[in-house]
């Protein structure tokens, strides 16, 4: 991947998981990578993450990701996403936050929470 700054790196991932890139959405996780679930289990690993990502990628409903403020303080970012599906005539949105570390020159995803529901002001 090789990303040198926090918002080509959340985008790398919106990209590849929309694309339905599991492995490559996976590889922007570092190794101690975090992703909590939408029940917030916190799946640890690469290849624990990969499985998510992959439920994710099959749903047949479209998603959407908008990126949103990225906020970084040194090596460390953390980047907002807004994740929107169709169902049923609605759009029903959630809000992605990013935890990204810099390591070596690399930006990867250190924490992903990605379903917190969207504030009642909108963005």
Do not use: N
């Not at 996780?29 to 679930?37: A, E, Q």
């Not at 570390?101 to 924490?111: F, H, Y």
């Amino acid at each position: 991947m090789g990303v040198t700054d926090p918002a080509g790196a959340a985008r790398f991932f919106a990209e590849k998981l929309l694309a339905g890139d599991v492995q490559e959405a996976t590889r922007c996780f570092g190794p101690r990578g975090v992703m909590l679930s939408a029940d917030g289990t916190e799946v640890v690993g690469q290849e624990s993450i990969a499985e998510i990502l992959a439920q994710i990628a099959a749903w047949e409903l479209p998603l959407r990701i908008r990126t949103g403020r990225i906020v970084q303080a040194g090596t460390v970012a953390m980047a907002t996403q807004i994740w929107d599906r169709d169902i049923s005539g609605f759009t029903v949105s959630s809000v992605a936050r990013l935890v990204l570390q810099e390591t070596c020159g690399r930006w990867s995803i250190l924490v992903a929470s990605p379903w917190a529901e969207l504030p009642k002001h909108r963005y």
